[in-house]
């Protein structure tokens, strides 16, 4: 299956966010959802509207942020990548594309739930974020290698951040089968991870909290640029989002 979302949020005039593009493909099905007024950012949900991704799927979503706007993203539930075993019992790859920008003075929160990788699966991630000077982002992925009681399927995530034209992030992890000694100490060390970078015009000249630690497998440090990157790894999704909640605490960028 092949679909695309693509979101563009623009100011409305009122002191709002208006949303020109809101449309998307099965199984990318994309909803406005909370209240409209002055102040407050727009808020998408993501729906999924059918099962996936599947081996074979390829999937790619764009959004874009304009000046004067505010987005927050969400998901409605956690995105399991299944496999599609081919006829020679190796399964087809499934791809997710997501490519973001944001506008100088626009704000920008992607806070899906987490991508589950469940067994036999051959999935790939790919994500690319560009934020003008003087944008404002809230990014944050969370991975659970398996589902409950089974192996991890093959998972890889790629991620890049760019401000102001120059890379400040840029992330590879592989899981799964294919990646032997994923799960050991050097690595995860367990099933889920999770990361949350921070964007904020404000810490330019305030500068950005110092590297801090968040738990026994979960630490904050600042990025080139008025940026931080909080990372967390544990057994599960608890052990992994509790740190990263507790990171947003540090940035005065908060979710309305």
Known sequence: MRAVARIVATPDGRGGTSLPTLAGEPPLLVRRTGTRQPGVPADVHLVGGAAGPLGGDRLRIEITVEAGAALVMRTVAASIALPTPRAHGRPDTSLVEVHARVARGALLHWLPEPLIGAAGCDHEAVTLVEVADGGTLVWRDELVCGR?????????????????????????????????????????????????????????????????????????????????????????????????????????????
Do not use: C, F
Request: net charge negative.
């Open 148 to 256: 409950h009681g089974e192996e991890s399927g093959d998972v890889r995530l790629h991620t890049t951040v760019r401000y102001a034209g120059h890379t400040i992030y840029r992330h590879d992890l592989s899981v799964g089968p294919a990646a032997p000694g994923w799960s050991g100490p050097a690595v995860l060390g367990g099933r889920a991870t999770g990361s949350l970078i921070v964007i904020d015009p404000a810490w330019a000249d305030a500068g950005t909290p110092p590297a801090t630690t968040l738990g026994d497998t979960a630490a904050a440090m600042p990025l080139p640029g008025p940026a931080m990157l909080a990372t967390a790894v544990g057994e599960d999704l608890r052990a992994v989002r509790g740190p990263l909640d507790k990171a947003m605490q540090l940035t005065p960028v908060g979710v309305r």
